[in-house]
């Protein structure tokens, strides 16, 4: 298995389990419980959920290509504005206080999201932009 094709299973598995599931399949009493500010409708929180659904699935066609030896561009390029941009507002967020008064599992969960989204930003620009492999 290629460098790519790790980071892709990394990003999807902590896709999923982390955001996905939780904010699709939990009710709003556990999402709460975790620290999420509690909401009059979660609607937005659970169309977040299915938006990051969809990215996973375009994920899936990179890792497909990965697992053959090629790089799925769009799905990487994708990858990089997605995780970039979300690293620059975690960041952003939990340097400027907003996180303040908030359940410390919010500032892990913040922070945490912020180191992984780093890391898989670099690994899709390395692996993925400069990588090995035939681009399609």
Request: glycine share 12%.
């Amino acid at each position: 298995m290629n460098a790519l094709a790790k980071v892709l299973i990394f990003k999807i598995s902590a896709t999923v389990f982390v955001w996905c599931v939780p904010l699709l399949l939990f009710p709003a009493s556990v999402i709460n419980a975790i620290g999420f500010p509690e909401q009059e409708t979660y609607q937005w929180v659970r169309m977040l959920g299915w938006a990051y659904l969809a990215l996973c699935v375009d994920y899936s066609f990179a890792l497909k290509a990965a697992l053959a030896g090629k790089r799925a561009m769009a799905p990487i390029y994708a990858g990089i504005v997605s995780n970039g941009g979300a690293c620059l507002y975690l960041v952003y967020y939990g340097a400027t206080g907003t996180w303040d008064g908030w359940a410390i599992s919010m500032h892990v969960i913040g922070w945490g999201s912020a180191v992984a989204t780093a890391l898989i930003t670099a690994g899709l620009v390395i692996f993925g932009v400069y990588g090995e492999g035939e681009k399609v």
